[in-house]
């Protein structure tokens, strides 16, 4: 049996997270977070990176700093994880599902303009797969418009567009480190925060309405509840094991990269008969492999393709139902324009086993059992 993810685990982990317990706080916003943070701010260039309990909650406090008022609209792909839309949501905002191009999966950007009102006031950019939306394009429309940018790079940590590492590129920029993702902390995320002039409003918001971060720089003499808040702030022995993965991110990422080379060699030539189709990567982005997959002919050929591989005892799944037509995408939003390539192209996706450690035998047996599926032979 090959599973679909292993959590990443590095081997550092335990030794950091004795570190945190024996310094006496595990509570948020000790010296692992602050490491954690740190790191992240110097290796990606970011202004400010401040970590969360999720991605989710990076997208809430990304939706709740752009103060949304009652009718505005937020655009943002239908091919995405529930995380994206439902924090919008309880932002206030109103959903525009936009349609994705066939080649990236991300949202494309050539169809962006016709689903922007005089309500619209955010476009929410998910890097699928960890390779890059078409960001110049998407800032240049959005700087036209008066539009925050919210960067879903949930899949994109350590990923660049142009030379610039995902995340740092919109106004705000939210990271997972879900057991599925490539860094983990079990639960975990992180918010980046792009402009300096909304960092003060994000420390409030995520320390339960407090200025309490204002306090232990010395800036305020006592620390109060001063607007809206929530609680975002892991505890530190879930640092602790972020930070073990941080310090081998390079090596996380090369082990991730050669599975990825090693499957997409093997199944060039099944392209090249027109069976499947690869996952493109765009000139200009340098992506993490944060997964593999492939497309088939359609829906049908895709439900023998799982159940084989089922059968094999290979974890391969699918990848998402388009939210619009979801109940609560139904309730929340609206399509804008036609659906021509979420519906279709998602349901030909499928995703193959991919995680940090994965051995070359068990690799090996994955390219095997596609190579002999019938309908490729
Ligand atoms: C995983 C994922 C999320 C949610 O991440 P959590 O840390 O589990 O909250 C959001 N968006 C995308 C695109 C994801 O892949």
């Given at each position: 049996?090959?599973?679909?993810?292993?959590?990443?685990?590095?081997?550092?982990?335990?030794t950091y997270?004795?570190?945190?317990?024996?310094?006496?706080?595990?509570?948020?916003?000790?010296?692992?977070?602050?490491?954690?943070?740190?790191?992240?701010?110097?290796?990606?260039?970011?202004?400010?990176?401040?970590?969360?309990?999720?991605?989710?909650?990076a997208?809430?406090?990304?939706?709740?700093l752009?103060?949304?008022?009652?009718g505005?609209?937020?655009?943002?792909?239908s091919?995405?994880f529930?995380?994206?839309?439902?924090?919008?949501?309880l932002?206030?905002?109103k959903?525009?599902?936009?349609?994705?191009?066939?080649?990236?999966?991300?949202?494309d950007?050539?169809?962006?303009?016709?689903?922007i009102t005089?309500?619209?006031?955010?476009?929410?950019?998910?890097?699928?797969?960890?390779?890059a939306?078409?960001m110049d394009?998407?800032?240049?429309?959005?700087r036209?418009?008066?539009?925050?940018v919210?960067?879903?790079a949930?899949?994109g940590?350590?990923?660049t567009?142009?030379g610039?590492?995902?995340g740092?590129?919109g106004?705000?920029g939210?990271?997972?480190?879900?057991?599925?993702?490539?860094y983990?902390?079990?639960?975990?995320?992180?918010?980046l925060?792009?402009?300096?002039?909304?960092?003060?409003?994000?420390?409030?918001?995520?320390?339960?309405?407090?200025?309490?971060?204002?306090f232990?720089?010395?800036q305020?003499?006592?620390?109060?509840?001063?607007?809206?808040?929530?609680?975002?702030?892991?505890s530190?022995?879930?640092?602790?094991?972020?930070?073990?993965?941080?310090?081998?991110a390079?090596?996380?990422?090369?082990?991730?990269l050669t599975?990825y080379?090693a499957?997409?060699?093997?199944?060039?030539?099944?392209?090249?008969?027109?069976?499947?189709?690869?996952q493109?990567?765009?000139?200009?982005?340098i992506h993490?492999?944060?997964?593999f997959?492939?497309?088939?002919?359609?829906?049908?050929?895709r439900?023998?393709?799982?159940?084989?591989m089922k059968?094999q005892?290979i974890?391969?799944?699918?990848?998402?139902?388009?939210?619009?037509?979801?109940?609560?995408?139904?309730?929340f939003?609206?399509?804008?324009?036609?659906?021509?390539y979420t519906?279709?192209?998602?349901?030909?996706?499928?995703?193959?086993?991919?995680?940090?450690?994965?051995?070359?035998?068990?690799?090996n047996?994955v390219?095997e059992?596609?190579l002999?599926?019938?309908?490729?032979?």
């Amino acid at each position: 049996m090959i599973p679909f993810n292993k959590p990443p685990v590095t081997g550092d982990e335990m030794t950091y997270i004795r570190l945190a317990i024996e310094s006496g706080k595990i509570s948020g916003d000790g010296q692992f977070t602050r490491l954690c943070n740190e790191w992240m701010q110097t290796h990606f260039h970011a202004n400010r990176v401040l970590l969360t309990t999720s991605c989710t909650s990076a997208l809430d406090m990304a939706a709740l700093l752009c103060k949304f008022q009652p009718g505005d609209e937020v655009i943002l792909p239908s091919f995405t994880f529930s995380s994206t839309a439902t924090a919008m949501v309880l932002g206030g905002a109103k959903l525009v599902f936009c349609d994705i191009r066939p080649d990236t999966m991300n949202l494309d950007e050539t169809k962006l303009e016709a689903a922007i009102t005089d309500k619209t006031r955010a476009i929410v950019a998910v890097h699928y797969a960890g390779v890059a939306c078409e960001m110049d394009t998407i800032m240049e429309i959005a700087r036209r418009h008066g539009l925050k940018v919210i960067e879903d790079a949930a899949q994109g940590v350590m990923s660049t567009y142009k030379g610039r590492p995902l995340g740092t590129i919109g106004d705000f920029g939210c990271y997972s480190f879900h057991e599925t993702k490539n860094y983990s902390m079990g639960e975990g995320g992180a918010l980046l925060i792009n402009h300096p002039e909304d960092e003060e409003a994000a420390e409030i918001l995520r320390e339960k309405g407090t200025n309490r971060s204002k306090f232990y720089r010395g800036q305020v003499d006592k620390y109060t509840w001063v607007d809206f808040g929530d609680s975002y702030l892991p505890s530190e022995l879930n640092a602790a094991y972020l930070y073990a993965q941080l310090l081998k991110a390079e090596e996380i990422n090369e082990n991730r990269l050669t599975t990825y080379t090693a499957y997409h060699t093997a199944f060039q030539p099944l392209a090249d008969r027109g069976l499947i189709e690869l996952q493109q990567i765009p000139d200009g982005c340098i992506h993490n492999a944060h997964m593999f997959y492939i497309k088939v002919a359609d829906l049908d050929m895709r439900t023998r393709f799982l159940n084989y591989m089922k059968e094999q005892g290979i974890g391969a799944v699918f990848h998402y139902v388009p939210l619009h037509s979801a109940p609560a995408g139904l309730k929340f939003g609206r399509f804008s324009g036609e659906d021509v390539y979420t519906t279709r192209e998602s349901d030909r996706l499928v995703r193959l086993p991919m995680y940090y450690g994965m051995t070359p035998s068990d690799r090996n047996t994955v390219i095997e059992t596609v190579l002999k599926y019938e309908e490729f032979r």
